[in-house]
Every structure is written in structure tokens, then in C-alpha cells.
């Protein structure tokens, strides 16, 4: 009898039939077994049902032979006749039909490394699941379980089909597994940890405040329980025989499995690493990256050097449809009850792949069809010396080390453009050498390993077959030669997406992109975004545009010996620095400080004021937004930018009984988390919509800024907010600075000259100590009132 007829009528229930093996089994059931009827497991996901998430999943490639052939109602109407969907999950499966007749289980955690807990919760504890769910309905099916043929272990030579031969008690192990992640949690919790992970996230973070560093900490914290919770998997599975934790909760999910079937028929199946098909659903077809893709597109790319790997070790692929052949078959012939049946689908035994002849057959095919190197040629493969996994983990730690260094280098480094590129072209670095040390470390046993598995009784299943069924649903791995199947099925296919002509980049969301509407504020950092300067440059123009050359000297002498100390306190705290700097306007009058500032400061300021940023502010005046400027500048010095703005935040100093400044000031700075904490309140007073508006700043202790809008633009960063940015996918401007073009854009002799006028009626109403309000319009858009506002007074508070 063909294998047709041996599943018609069968009622056959799948999980996993999102994945990659699952969802090739569901096209050729629909394809090729019309009288078998399907129950499939589908957990919702957000607002999509199970049974709508299945819909969805015909549109994909797989499915293409039968939207051509029935159409895209034909095959819905194909889906509802002849497939069930079940809502739920491997944690709660709800209630099965009563009438199953085969069970396949394609469902578990695929990840090699995944958390001890999880792993556990998944592929034993979805195992417990499933014969829980169908030993309650009552049902008694064929129970045909997809397992992986490295549940082997760490072993050497011909591993044999069959019974694996351990003696771990699995339900010990899966108590310490649940009670892992307290543990991991409690431990991340002490004194020690806490500390070294507060200190870490001061050191990165300081300048933003103490709320960002407490939440990179806790986000640090978070990432530590991860990270332990994988080394413990990784561990425990090692110390016990095996390479991972995935062959290891794989293992004990057989054991589990052997242990209570019951009186339900079990069939075992343990693929070993499933590629891309062959032939079904069509040559190349292969869902997401699987095993080998990172490793070819790696080498195509010219990042993958040397891998820690025996040149004579046998590498065991087998394409995904010859898997799904062979786990219809073994549906199709349940074992008796007492006798559990294994089969090891592979290719080691039969037609063996070895390492060397892999490196070969892809190095071949690169340089036939190298991949672009964007408009620059073509990227060039490497040749592998195989120079064995101590070299490759030698040369690894010396990249590692490299990385680190160059990072703290770049940590101090001055800022530029020239800077953000090297710091672009070291993350691309950090993240090769990450790649390798990751597929290295998870790899080696895999491509190193010694040993081939048989597959005598799967042979003989696929012998028993009717010679029809061997041709149309055969998985002998003899049945195609390596070299085509690499060369002109594989390759080409998991290197399409890298050879598509790529989209045109989006446009900016800027000039003529900005949406108008109320309730929305545009909001600027100064120093290093706004103008190209900074709090000590700022102070050198007004203490020396006066000056003669004896004072000119000694200023800048005590400027000298002060400038190592500012820079130390710029980089951890930038409030301390504003008031080191600010305190050395002790003594002066405020009104001949607004008269500098009116004569020779607004100009000075005027000409560093960088094009790109005054368009910006134009373009959101013009949207309706509400312009404001946030800075730690004192208020004088920003006078001349008030027809810019709606309105202007700065610092105030304070002036005392004589009517000189004292160099404190009359509020702390607005700085790091201050920032944000102040642009809350503004928002709630002005009933603005902190989601629909704009940040524009260039340093790391804006951070918390930026944070708090939905539209964070970073502007000629340093290193440390271009990193965060790159990581949040932020816009990156660069605004250059080019005296010619600020002079074109807000330069005019008018122009200036009302820039001027409002520095000069600055200056006047501080001389009395009043609040401040610059008169004048804006210089165009909403054209309102601007204002100089008093931090810690009045309405600035």
C-alpha cells in the first residue's frame, strides 16, 4: 500500500507548524494527501488568532505551487475543509480532538544556547504537555516526536539508531532548572554585583544623571541574569556529555518520552542539521537563517577567516524535505507499543560531507558569484589555513583585545565627523568579532566532532517503501551530489537577499517632511548643536573681547591651568562644569555684560550659529510648533538668538547687594536627567504631546532628553550618544559648521541688527535685576512673544 492510502482518513495533529520543518510538512499534506485530515496547534500572537496567523502563512513562497494551482480562494477553501486549528501553546495546549490518529511533534526551543529555564520549559516541559493533552482526550495516536541527532552527545565514531545510553534523571534536572532563575536573580541583587554594575553604568552614563545611570544599571542587571542563565545551560549540559543545552533538554525530552508514552505508539526522529530543500517546496527554499547561513554569508563577506573546525570531520546536512519525507513515512508506520522505533535522517553515514569539501564547494561558488561590495567591486573570500582552534582562538582574543582598546581610545578622542566614522567602522568591528566569538564558541563541537551517525533503520524504512513512493517522497541521502547542492541549490538561495538591488534610502524627515500641528514643541540643545562652541569658549568671548593684551594673557593663562579640570568635570559631570566656568563671572556688571555681549558677543555667536540648524528651527515655526532652546549658557550670551525661538531657557546667575554678579547661581543647571524631568513639567503645563514632538542635542548628558520625545534627532554626536543612537535607530545629522553660510542665513546687517537691538534690551532689564522678558517678534512661522526665562523663578521653574 503507497503512503497516500496508509494516511487517508488518518486525523493527524502538528505542533510547530509556524516553523521551518512544520511549515514544510503542512504544504505537502495539503498538497499531495487530500483525504488526510490536519489539527493544528497555533498560538495567537498579538491581535492575530491562531487560525488567522495560519491564513497568513499560505502567502509565503512555500506555499506558491498551490496559490498557482488552486488559486488564493481555492486554496482558503482548501484550509477550511481540510485543516482544524487549535489556539494554544506548549504551555497549554486546552482540550485535543477524541479522534486523533498521529501525533507530530515539530514544537521545541531551536536556539542552541537558550536559558536553562527556557529550555527546559520548552522542549521537556511542551513534551508533558502534549501527553498530558492527549492522554485526556482519550485518544490513542501514533506519537511521532522530532528530536535532533546530536542528543548523541559528546561522542566519538558510529553512534547507532536507538535507546540513548545515560543514566540523568531528568525530573532532578528540571527542578534545578525552574529553580535557576532565582537564583540568578537573587545573585544579581548582591551587594557585589550591584556595585560593580552601578560603577560600570557611572562610568558610561554619568554625564546623563543619576536616573539614567540607575536604569542602565537595572538594564545591566537584566542582562547579567541572561547572560547566567545561558552560561548555566551551557555548563550543566557539558558537565553532563552533551554540547549544548538544546541537545541537552532535547536528550531528556527522549527520556521523558520513553519513560511515559504508555500505551501510545512512539516513533523518534533526529534529523541532524536541516537545510534548505532540495527539490519540495521547490531548490533552495529555506525559511530564515538556520545553521550554516551565518557561517556562508559571513565568508561571502570576507569576516570569516579561519574557523576552529577539523578539515576531516564530517559535517552532517540534510535538506528539509528529505526530513519531511521521512517523517511521513514513519506516520505512516507506527512501531508496536512497547517498541519504540528511532530513526537518525542524515547524511553522514550514507553520503558524507566533509568540512574541508564545504569550504571547497562555497569557497568555489564566492568566487564565481562574489558577492557587491556596494559600488566598490566585488568582496573577496578568504583562504583558510585550517590552522586549528588554538590559533583561531588566539587570534580571537588578540581581536577582542584590539576592540577594547580602540574603544578607549575613542572614549577620548575629541569630537568629529572624522571621529563618528572611525566609531562606525570600530562598532562593525566589535560586532565581526562578537559574530565570531559567538559561532565559534557554539559551533566547535558541532564541526569538530568525530563522529557519524547511522542510519540503518531509516535506510530501511525508506526500503520498504513501494518504488513509486520512493521517487515522489524518498529521503535517501545518496539521491543528490554535494557539490550541486551547495554550488547551484544552497548558496544561491541564502545569498539572494544580500544580491537584491537595495531600496533608495528614505528621505529625511526634515525640510518639507514635518507635520503641523498644536501641542508639539521643537526643542534645541546650544553648545555643539545649535553653534559650533562651547561653555569655555563662550566665556573667552566675552571675558577677552575688551580685553587688553596684559589681561588677554593672564586669562588666558588661569584658563589654561583650569582647562584639565574642566574637562575631567565635563566628562563626568557637565553641572559642575558650568558652574566652575560660570564662577569666574564673579564681579561683573551685568550691564556691561549685555552691552559686550550686544557689541561684540552677538556677532562672535552669530557666525557660529550652523546653517543646517537655523533652517531646522525655521521649518518647525513654520509646521506650528513651539520652538524652545534648552541650555546651560547664561542668559546674556543667548540674548542675540531670541527672534529664533518661541521661547529660551537658560541659566541665571546670581547678582548681589553691590548689583555684580556673585558667579553662583540662582537655580542648579538644567542638565542630564534634570532636562527631562523639566521637559515633562513644560509639557504638562503647555499641554504639549511629548510623543509628537522633537529633541535635537549632540552629547551623551542629553540623553535623557532625547528619551523623553517621540522625535529624537542626534546632531554631530559624540561617541558615546552616536553609539546609543546607531543602537536605538535615532536619526544621525551632520550640521556643519561654515561661518560663510551663517552669515548668508542670519547675518544681514537688518538681521543682525535686531539680534543686537534684543541683546541690548536684555542687558537693560537685567541692570535692574528685573525678571528678564526680551521684547520683539520671532522671525517668522507663529510669530510670538520670545522670552528669556529665569530658571528656578517665575515661570521657568
Known amino acids: 500500500m503507497g503512503l497516500r492510502e496508509r494516511l487517508a482518513g488518518r486525523r493527524v495533529f502538528m505542533t510547530g507548524v509556524t516553523g521551518f520543518v512544520g511549515e514544510a510538512l503542512l504544504e505537502r499534506l495539503l498538497s499531495d494527501f487530500p483525504d488526510t485530515r490536519i489539527v493544528a496547534l497555533v498560538r495567537p500572537r498579538g491581535s492575530h488568532s491562531g487560525a488567522a496567523r495560519l491564513a497568513r502563512m499560505t502567502r509565503k513562497p512555500a ?25 494554544g501553546d506548549l504551555a497549554d495546549m486546552g482540550a485535543l480532538p477524541t479522534d486523533l490518529d498521529v501525533v507530530i511533534h515539530c514544537a521545541g526551543e531551536v536556539s542552541f544556547d537558550p536559558p536553562i529555564d527556557e529550555g527546559f520549559a520548552t522542549n521537556l516541559g511542551g513534551v508533558q504537555e502534549l501527553l498530558r493533552a492527549v492522554h485526556a482526550s482519550g485518544a490513542r495516536p501514533h506519537v511521532v516526536h522530532v528530536s535532533t541527532a546530536y542528543v548523541a552527545g559528546l561522542r566519538s565514531g558510529h553512534i547507532a539508531e536507538g535507546r540513548l545510553a545515560h543514566g540523568v534523571d531528568w525530573r532532578a534536572e528540571q527542578a534545578s532548572a525552574g529553580r535557576a532563575r532565582q537564583a540568578a536573580e537573587d545573585a544579581s541583587r548582591s551587594p557585589e554585583v550591584s556595585a560593580r554594575l552601578r560603577e560600570q553604568a557611572a562610568g558610561e552614563h554619568g554625564r546623563a544623571g543619576a536616573q539614567t545611570v540607575a536604569a542602565a544599571a537595572e538594564t545591566a542587571r537584566r542582562d547579567w541574569v541572561a547572560r547566567r542563565m545561558v552560561a548555566a545551560g551551557a555548563e550543566r549540559a557539558q558537565v553532563l556529555g552533551w554540547t549544548d543545552a538544546y541537545t541537552f533538554t532535547k536528550a531528556l525530552a527522549e527520556r521523558y518520552l520513553e519513560e511515559s508514552h504508555g500505551d501510545l505508539p512512539l516513533t523518534i526522529v533526529r534529523p541532524s542539521i536541516i537545510e534548505s530543500a532540495v527539490a519540495r517546496p521547490f531548490p533552495g527554499w529555506i525559511e530564515g537563517f538556520k545553521m550554516a547561513e551565518p557561517l556562508i554569508l559571513a565568508f561571502g563577506r570576507g569576516e570569516l577567516p579561519d574557523f576552529p573546525a577539523s578539515p576531516d570531520a564530517v559535517v552532517d546536512i540534510i535538506p528539509v524535505d528529505l526530513v519531511v519525507n521521512a517523517l ?195 526643542v534645541f540643545d546650544l553648545d555643539g548643536t545649535l553653534v559650533s562652541s562651547t561653555v569655555v569658549e563662550s566665556y573667552l568671548w566675552l571675558r577677552l573681547a575688551d580685553a587688553g593684551p596684559a589681561e588677554r594673557a593672564r586669562e588666558i593663562a588661569s584658563l589654561a591651568r583650569a582647562l584639565p579640570g574642566y574637562l575631567r568635570a565635563e566628562r563626568r559631570d557637565r553641572g559642575h562644569l558650568i558652574r566652575s566656568v560660570y564662577g569666574r563671572y564673579a564681579g561683573v556688571d551685568p550691564a556691561e555684560l549685555a552691552e559686550v555681549v550686544a557689541q561684540a558677543g552677538a556677532d562672535v555667536l552669530l557666525r557660529r550659529v550652523k546653517p543646517a540648524a537655523v533652517r531646522r528651527v525655521r521649518e518647525h515655526r513654520a509646521a506650528g510648533h513651539r520652538t524652545v532652546l534648552l541650555t546651560g549658557a547664561v542668559a546674556p550670551l543667548v540674548a542675540p538668538l531670541a527672534p529664533l525661538f518661541d521661547e529660551i531657557v537658560a541659566t541665571e546667575l546670581a547678582v548681589g547687594a553691590d548689583g555684580l554678579y556673585t558667579g553662583r547661581l540662582l537655580a542648579s543647571p538644567l542638565v542630564g536627567d534634570s532636562r527631562a524631568a523639566f521637559l515633562d513639567h513644560y509639557a504638562r503645563r503647555r499641554g504639549a504631546d ?53 552669515r548668508l542665513l542670519v ?13 541690548v534690551a536684555q542687558g537693560r532689564g537685567r541692570g535692574a535685576g528685573g525678571a528678564g522678558r526680551a521684547g520683539g517678534r520671532g522671525d517668522g512661522g507663529n510669530g510670538g512673544d520670545a522670552t528669556v526665562v529665569r530658571v528656578g523663578v517665575g515661570e521657568g521653574r
Open 747 to 759: 547675518g544681514s546687517r537688518v538681521e543682525r541688527g535686531l539680534f543686537a537691538a534684543a541683546a
Open 328 to 522: 511521513l513515512a514513519a506516520a505512516a508506520s507506527p512501531p508496536p507499543v512497547d517498541t519504540p522505533a528511532y530513526y537518525t535522517v542524515c547524511s553522514g553515514f550514507r553520503n558524507p560531507l566533509l568540512f574541508r569539501d564545504l569550504y571547497e564547494y562555497v569557497r568555489g561558488y564566492f568566487l564565481a558569484h562574489p558577492l557587491p561590495k556596494r559600488g566598490r567591486g566585488a568582496i573577496a573570500v578568504p583562504e583558510w589555513p585550517f590552522a586549528g582552534s588554538v590559533a583561531v582562538e588566539a587570534k580571537l582574543r588578540r581581536g577582542e583585545k584590539a576592540v577594547e582598546w580602540a574603544n578607549r581610545a575613542l572614549g577620548h578622542a575629541p569630537r568629529s565627523e572624522r571621529v563618528r566614522r572611525w566609531a562606525v567602522d570600530l562598532e562593525r568591528s566589535e560586532s565581526r568579532v562578537a559574530f565570531l566569538r559567538r559561532y565559534s564558541d557554539v559551533y566547535r563541537a558541532y564541526t569538530s566532532a568525530e563522529l557519524v551517525y547511522v542510519d540503518d533503520a531509516t535506510a530501511a524504512l525508506h526500503a520498504a517503501m513501494e518504488p513509486a513512493d520512493q521517487e515522489e517522497f524518498g529521503f535517501d541521502p545518496a539521491c543528490y551530489d554535494w557539490r550541486h547542492y551547495l554550488q547551484d541549490v544552497h548558496c544561491p538561495a541564502v545569498t539572494a537577499v544580500l544580491r537584491r538591488p537595495r531600496d533608495p534610502a528614505p528621505a529625511r524627515r526634515g525640510a518639507g517632511n514635518l507635520s503641523a500641528g498644536d501641542g508639539v514643541l521643537a
Open 63 to 87: 506555499f506558491a505551487g498551490l496559490r498557482e494551482r488552486l488559486g488564493r480562494e481555492g486554496l482558503a477553501a482548501l484550509l477550511a475543509e481540510q485543516v482544524q486549528v487549535i489556539e
Open 690 to 742: 511629548l510623543e509628537a514632538s522633537w529633541a535635537y542635542a549632540d552629547s551623551l548628558s542629553d540623553l535623557p532628553m532625547l528619551r523623553t520625545v517621540g522625535n529624537p534627532v542626534v546632531v554631530n554626536p559624540d561617541v558615546a550618544l552616536h553609539k546609543v543612537a546607531r543602537a536605538s535607530g535615532w536619526p544621525i545629522e551632520e550640521w556643519p559648521s561654515t561661518p560663510g553660510e551663517s
